[in-house]
Antibody, heavy 115, light 106 residues
Framework: QVQLHESGPRLVKPGETLSLTCTIS????????WGWIRQPAGKGLEWIGR???????YYNASLETRVTMSVDTSKNQFSLRLSSVTVADTAVYYC?????????WGQGILVTVSS | DIDMTQSPSSLSASVGDRVTVTCRAS??????LNWYQQKPGKAPKLLIY???DLESGVPSRFSGSGSGTDFTLTISSLQPEDSATYYC?????????FGQGTRVEI
């Protein structure tokens, strides 16, 4: 059973870049799409985007100008960078394995944008 | 983008009740519809994938149906541990989109 674990700074200043890493255990990063989804407190789920193990990416158009996703196959990890953050980017960020047969989720990490 | 609309937004039911949540897509998504359960402070959990396939380990009281634009999640006999928010999600195209959620209270 694949397990996903998010890591990274939990506090980011406005205007800076949010950077998160997801480590995959119990499975290989190959042959799947891997993505990020976020959820502000008390709100619904927002799909940020996904990347293949070969680096093919799809981003939500609402975030596309600020988002970069990448893969490190040697470490079985993938990453999210979100630039120029504002308080509106405060949310729980989930990494996930994203396929036609649904999403398998990490536990999530709360990232707060505040000065 | 494909809009996903769930109804109702919330419901209250009793243990043993049959509960139905519906999800409508703004265009046909074939059977690429998934259902999730989320409890407070936890990550969503996949219940049903491709409209009607039960994820391993999920109790058989959960079932899904539908195709095209209209889908249903049914809990055949509601249990206390089913108190949660339920989301539908389409995996037909990018961007993936979610319904707004249905809160089930017992």
């Amino acid at each position: 059973q694949v397990q996903l674990h998010e890591s990274g700074p939990r506090l980011v200043k406005p205007g800076e870049t949010l950077s998160l890493t997801c480590t995959i255990s119990g499975g290989s990063i190959g042959n799947y799409y891997w993505g990020w989804i976020r959820q502000p407190a008390g709100k619904g789920l927002e799909w940020i985007g996904r990347t293949s193990s070969s680096g093919r990416t799809y981003y939500n158009a609402s975030l596309e100008t600020r988002v970069t996703m990448s893969v490190d196959t040697s470490k079985n990890q993938f990453s999210l960078r979100l630039s120029s953050v504002t308080v509106a980017d405060t949310a729980v960020y989930y990494c996930a394995r994203d396929s036609y047969e649904g999403i398998h989720w990490g536990q999530g990490i709360l990232v707060t944008v505040s000065s | 983008d494909i809009d996903m609309t769930q109804s109702p937004s919330s419901l209250s039911a009793s243990v043993g009740d049959r509960v139905t949540v519906t999800c409508r897509a703004s265009q046909s998504i074939s059977r690429y519809l998934n259902w999730y359960q989320q409890k407070p402070g936890k990550a969503p959990k996949l219940l049903i994938y491709t409209a009607s396939d039960l994820e391993s380990g999920v109790p058989s009281r959960f079932s899904g149906s539908g195709s095209g634009t209209d889908f249903t999640l049914t809990i055949s006999s509601l249990q206390p541990e089913d108190s949660a928010t339920y989301y539908c999600q389409q995996s037909f195209s990018n961007p993936r989109t979610f319904g707004q959620g249905t809160r089930v209270e017992i």
